[in-house]
């Protein structure tokens, strides 16, 4: 099972047409990684005080469906891959109905914040990633 969270589109993240703005989906993906790190014993925050960081070094997106003003959404958030310095993302965001609204892909690299290399992935975000149900089995 995928780690899931869900949420309601706002007035502010809808488009004069009254359809969810395409860049809003990508905020949406972030909230989901913020909500998995928090649902796996390690929220963004301890991240910004440690020795390493992630910084994103890749992003795209497939859009299905448009969604609409208070279109209730579920984020299934997954890792397609954990390689030795970086880490791959899948967000599938359906509607209420259960249909595919979107899916995002994020690849997160980990750097050493003392040299601003990139690091092999810390055990420690692996161990969230499990936690928090995100790796697939």
């Not at 014993?41 to 609409?68: C, H, K, N, Q, T």
């Not at 003003?69 to 397609?80: E, F, N, P, R």
């Not at 690091?119 to 790796?135: F, N, Q, S, T, Y």
Request: aromatic residues 10%.
């Amino acid at each position: 099972m995928p780690f899931s969270t869900t949420r309601i589109v706002r007035f502010s993240e809808t488009d004069p047409a009254g359809i969810v703005y395409f860049s809003r989906f990508y905020e949406y993906a972030h909230e989901a990684y913020e909500d998995m790190l928090q649902a796996g014993g390690f929220p963004l925050s301890a991240v910004f005080s440690g020795d390493w960081a992630m910084p994103l070094v890749r992003s795209e997106a497939d859009y299905s469906i448009p969604s609409r003003l208070g279109d209730a959404l579920t984020l299934h958030l997954t890792v397609d891959n954990i390689g030795n310095r970086s880490v791959r993302y899948r967000v599938d965001i359906h509607g209420g109905d259960g249909v595919l609204r979107a899916k995002i892909h994020h690849t997160h690299a980990t750097v050493d914040l003392k040299t601003r290399k990139t690091c092999k992935v810390p055990d420690r975000l692996i161990a969230a990633l499990e936690k928090a149900g995100a790796l697939e089995q």
